[in-house]
């Protein structure tokens, strides 16, 4: 195993290559007992320094950061959690209705040291008095908590960067396959349909799904699938989940030779692409990473093109946990994940990369995908192509 220093964007080196920092050794491989265990040092004290008694956990994404990688949802969209976690300084509660406590208990939570405690389901008011019975007054929730409750999230833990690369790898496996075997007059929901397929064999949930064909791609920023079928052009966006993780990542296929403008386009927006990922450092303001990126976009000749779309952010558990804007007030912290996508009509970049001391790594790279050497301010970044089919 390579355990020579991380890749740095001026040190020479292969592009995009593991950094030692994100490698983890089998024999030292955190478990989830582990991980938990950091959760629960990094909550309590918080509650401390807060002098609150609890923080109730409602949301889905806060659940699955908790206990490890649980599955707290029914529904795949849900944001509200199946249960609630009352994290206290010196136990952990899982409050939920009886439908959902019997496999809340056997399947996400059973055995890493958390209390059950339910309610009838017809009877929600009851929650309230299962707070009481635990002698929780001074309790917040993690949505009133906001910002500095989220950012508990932000840096990574060692299982947590192992699962995201498992996450990004078979992400990126099953989009390249789906893209490289798009047919000409195949419809927008045939390709989302089988990209659904391979990621769900894969215990991958695809929580986003965008799929367009030809004008579509440079009419929406967001486009749902539709009965619609590729005569020449096609963009594939997914947002796939596994253990609460969130990779983001956009591909786009052309049969024929590109148009020159399309082109022109594409090689633009990979090198904003590269101007984002570049600034995208350990202790960097975003909003200082955003500037650039507009900037970038200026010296392409689209100045406009970034307020006609997001362009993406911190992310983990969440699909965005925040988007980088001009008045973001966030910092890059270290082991942090970002999913940038920078757009000129017709065409898009998106990967989701992990933040290191001293480096980026794509974490949804597609095998054997062609790819461009973006530069800006002489660095230099391998960016995904069009796929000329």
Same mark, same amino acid.
């Given at each position: 195993?390579?355990?020579?220093?991380?890749?740095?964007?001026?040190?020479?080196?292969?592009?995009?290559?593991?950094?030692?920092?994100?490698?983890?050794?089998?024999?030292?491989?955190?478990?989830?007992?582990?991980?938990?265990?950091?959760?629960?040092?990094?909550?309590?004290?918080?509650?401390?320094?807060?002098?609150?008694?609890?923080?109730?956990?409602?949301?889905?994404?806060?659940?699955?950061?908790?206990?490890?990688?649980?599955?707290?949802?029914?529904?795949?969209?849900?944001?509200?959690?199946?249960?609630?976690?009352?994290?206290?300084?010196?136990?952990?509660?899982?409050?939920?209705?009886?439908?959902?406590?019997?496999?809340?208990?056997?399947?996400?939570?059973?055995?890493?040291?958390?209390?059950?405690?339910?309610?009838?389901?017809?009877?929600?008011?009851?929650?309230?008095?299962?707070?009481?019975?635990?002698?929780?007054?001074?309790?917040?929730?993690?949505?009133?908590?906001?910002?500095?409750?989220?950012?508990?999230?932000?840096?990574?833990?060692?299982?947590?960067?192992?699962?995201?690369?498992?996450?990004?790898?078979?992400?990126?496996?099953?989009?390249?396959?789906?893209?490289?075997?798009?047919?000409?007059?195949?419809?927008?929901?045939?390709?989302?349909?089988?990209?659904?397929?391979?990621?769900? &064999?894969?215990?991958?949930?695809?929580?986003?799904?965008?799929?367009?064909?030809?004008?579509?791609?440079?009419?929406?920023?967001?486009?749902?699938?539709?009965?619609?079928?590729?005569?020449?052009?096609?963009?594939?966006?997914?947002?796939?989940?596994?253990?609460?993780?969130?990779?983001?990542?956009?591909?786009?296929?052309?049969?024929?030779?590109?148009?020159?403008?399309?082109?022109?386009?594409?090689?633009?927006?990979?090198?904003?692409?590269?101007?984002?990922?570049?600034?995208?450092?350990?202790?960097?303001?975003?909003?200082?990473?955003?500037?650039?990126?507009?900037?970038?976009?200026?010296?392409?000749? &689209?100045?406009?093109?970034?307020?006609?779309?997001?362009?993406?952010?911190?992310?983990?558990?969440?699909?965005?946990?925040?988007?980088?804007?001009?008045?973001?007030?966030?910092?890059?912290?270290?082991?942090?994940?970002?999913?940038?996508?920078?757009?000129?009509?017709?065409?898009?970049?998106?990967?989701?990369?992990?933040?290191?001391?001293?480096?980026?790594?794509?974490?949804?790279?597609?095998?054997?995908?062609?790819?461009?050497?973006?530069?800006?301010?002489?660095?230099?970044?391998?960016?995904?192509?069009?796929?000329?089919?």
């Amino acid at each position: 195993m390579n355990n020579t220093p991380p890749h740095h964007p001026n040190s020479g080196r292969g592009k995009n290559e593991y950094c030692s920092w994100l490698i983890v050794k089998e024999r030292n491989r955190m478990t989830r007992a582990e991980e938990i265990s950091i959760k629960r040092e990094r909550v309590r004290r918080f509650l401390r320094e807060r002098e609150l008694d609890g923080v109730l956990m409602t949301r889905q994404s806060t659940f699955s950061w908790y206990t490890g990688g649980g599955n707290g949802f029914v529904a795949l969209a849900s944001v509200e959690a199946a249960g609630s976690i009352l994290a206290m300084r010196d136990r952990d509660v899982l409050i939920t209705d009886n439908i959902e406590a019997p496999r809340l208990e056997a399947e996400e939570v059973g055995g890493f040291g958390f209390e059950m405690a339910s309610f009838p389901w017809h009877r929600p008011e009851e929650r309230a008095k299962v707070l009481e019975k635990f002698g929780a007054k001074n309790v917040a929730t993690d949505v009133e908590l906001g910002d500095a409750f989220r950012q508990l999230r932000y840096g990574l833990t060692e299982r947590e960067i192992e699962r995201y690369r498992l996450l990004g790898k078979d992400t990126g496996t099953s989009l390249a396959e789906v893209c490289r075997n798009i047919r000409l007059g195949e419809s927008e929901f045939g390709i989302a349909g089988r990209l659904a397929e391979s990621l769900f &064999f894969k215990e991958i949930t695809p929580i986003v799904l965008l799929v367009a064909a030809d004008d579509r791609v440079e009419k929406f920023r967001h486009p749902i699938p539709t009965s619609r079928k590729v005569g020449r052009y096609a963009m594939v966006v997914v947002c796939a989940r596994r253990g609460g993780l969130i990779v983001s990542v956009t591909r786009l296929v052309h049969f024929g030779n590109l148009p020159p403008d399309l082109r022109r386009r594409h090689d633009s927006v990979v090198r904003v692409d590269a101007a984002f990922i570049a600034h995208t450092r350990p202790g960097a303001k975003v909003r200082t990473v955003f500037e650039k990126a507009v900037a970038a976009y200026r010296a392409e000749g &689209f100045e406009d093109e970034w307020q006609l779309h997001h362009q993406g952010g911190g992310t983990g558990y969440e699909p965005r946990d925040f988007k980088g804007a001009p008045d973001c007030s966030e910092i890059v912290q270290a082991h942090q994940a970002y999913a940038w996508n920078p757009s000129i009509a017709g065409t898009k970049s998106e990967d989701t990369i992990l933040v290191g001391p001293e480096g980026f790594k794509v974490l949804s790279e597609t095998p054997d995908w062609p790819m461009i050497e973006a530069t800006f301010e002489g660095q230099t970044i391998a960016r995904p192509d069009i796929l000329i089919r």
